[in-house]
């Protein structure tokens, strides 16, 4: 038998209950290519308590078309209008504890959250800027005091404080447990020095969610040993906050941070000193199996403007569309992404269940990554030069799209763990 978990998933919160217009049918039947203004279409497979979250989380992506997340591309803004109206519609919560604000729903529900945001045209720009919100926090949840709890998830929930996620160190890389960063207790605080990458949000973020090291690696049995967690202020005056310039994204930001002699005080430690590792594993699966949702729903959004396109372009006298060579690519994407959508959902039901899921978590990112990443592309090669155009969107799909198959975790890491924990070959590293 495997252990089973009790979850509410039926509870909502009343500012989820209020942002739900039941007038508002997504159950009918829509055309796959019909504008994210034009709302987006109902799966199947999907129980009421998901369909309510697909049907909610469209409604508010409406206000949200095409045209401002391209602005928002091209200026590099941190769409803040979005991530206010997700918030005030109560949907950041969507699985933290009822008692402080959130609606306790599934990683299901969430995972649909995620790929609706991105689906509806807001691609990755827009599911990171609430990512964050949706999972980091997983650590607090389980591990935190309830006076930590208290003070920390209310004011996330609420979108009045936003949150970075700070693990990757520039020396380390996916070696986690080799982290250099180090704490040392001052009385009442801890003395931080280091530095971190890649953390995103960093720009606009009150709080961080940080692993550190407590004990040196040289000094523990086990280098998954004396890693510690802190969730605190990210204070400008004592961290340099660099922005790193990259190729998609850009209006959600990535940094590298540095500091030497960051005072934190000891209320913000997460757990027991030494535990940190097992914290932040906590919340890796969950997160590999929202970053799917996300990928699919990227692609989905890619191969929805292709088709539309190849409708209603007329080239040697009739639709582009009509030609196999331009249909079939778009027509594979569909059914790579929608197996892969399958699979994903199998995944968070599992993990919502309470069973084991490495292996799903860890193969339906790498499958999202991957086939959303031949859908981006199979769109911008579908329009020919437009594709290529920014107002067609799907270049800024396509340079968005690399992101899931880099991060959180790369596509060989992946690989090495199926290859170790599936199918029992050598750990080749
Ligand atoms: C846009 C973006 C946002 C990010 N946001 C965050 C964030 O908010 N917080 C955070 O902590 N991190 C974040 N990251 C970091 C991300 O998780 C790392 O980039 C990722 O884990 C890879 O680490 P690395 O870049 O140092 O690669 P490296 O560890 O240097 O690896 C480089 C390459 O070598 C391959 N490789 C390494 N070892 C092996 C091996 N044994 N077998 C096979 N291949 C191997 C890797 O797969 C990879 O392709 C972000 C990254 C990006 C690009």
Redesign the pocket.
């Known amino acids: 038998m495997f252990p089973s978990q009790q979850r509410k998933l039926y509870t909502v919160s009343p500012a989820v209950k209020c942002s739900i217009n039941r007038s508002f049918q997504l159950t009918q039947r829509r055309s796959f290519v019909a504008k994210a203004t034009d709302c987006l279409p109902a799966y199947a497979d999907y129980t009421d308590s998901q369909l309510t979250v697909r049907e909610a989380i469209a409604k508010i992506c409406l206000n949200f078309p095409d045209s401002y997340w391209l602005n928002i591309d091209n200026t590099a803004t941190w769409p803040t209008e979005f991530q206010q109206a997700i918030a005030k519609a109560g949907w950041l919560g969507i699985m933290m504890p009822s008692q402080y604000g959130g609606s306790e729903l599934g990683l299901a529900e969430a995972t649909i959250m995620m790929q609706t945001i991105a689906e509806s045209g807001g691609g990755y720009t827009a599911s990171s800027c609430v990512h964050m919100n949706i999972f980091g926090l997983a650590p607090v949840v389980k591990y935190g005091s309830e006076e930590q709890k208290a003070r920390f998830l209310p004011p996330l929930i609420e979108g009045r404080e936003r949150a970075?996620?700070?693990?990757?160190e520039p020396n380390t890389?996916?070696?986690t447990l080799k982290l250099q960063s180090l704490a040392t207790r001052d009385g009442d605080e801890y003395v931080l020095k280091g530095s971190?990458i890649?953390?995103?949000?960093a720009q606009v973020a009150e709080k961080i969610l940080i692993l550190v090291r407590t004990t040196p690696l040289e000094e523990v049995k086990k280098p998954s040993e004396g890693l510690t967690l802190f969730y605190t202020d990210l204070d400008r005056s004592q961290v340099s906050v660099t922005e790193i310039k990259?190729m998609g994204?850009a209006a959600v930001d990535?940094n590298s941070l540095y500091f030497d002699g960051w005072r934190v005080p000891v209320t913000d430690r997460i757990g027991n000193e030494g535990d940190g590792f097992k914290m932040i594993m906590h919340g890796m699966n969950a997160e590999r199996i929202l970053i799917a949702g996300e990928a699919i729903g990227l692609g989905i959004a890619a191969i929805r403007h292709a088709a539309r396109y190849a409708r209603e372009r007329v080239v040697f006298g009739r639709p582009i569309g009509q030609n196999q060579g331009i249909a079939h690519p778009l027509a594979k994407a569909w059914c790579e992404l929608e197996s892969t959508r399958l699979m994903t959902m199998q995944a968070a039901k599992m993990w919502d269940e309470g069973f084991a899921t490495g292996e799903y978590a860890n193969a339906c990112k790498y499958l999202a990554g991957e086939h959303a990443f031949t859908a981006c592309e199979t769109a911008v090669c579908s329009m020919g030069g437009m594709g290529y155009a920014k107002e067609y969107h799907v270049e800024r799909f396509l340079r968005e799209v690399i992101?899931p198959r880099?991060?959180?975790?790369?596509?060989?890491?992946i690989l090495?763990y199926i290859s170790e924990k599936v199918l029992d070959l050598p750990r080749?590293?």
């Open positions: 970075c996620f700070a693990v990757t890389g996916l070696d971190k890649w953390t995103s949000t990259k994204r990535t992101i880099l991060a959180p975790v790369s596509r060989e890491m090495n080749s590293y």
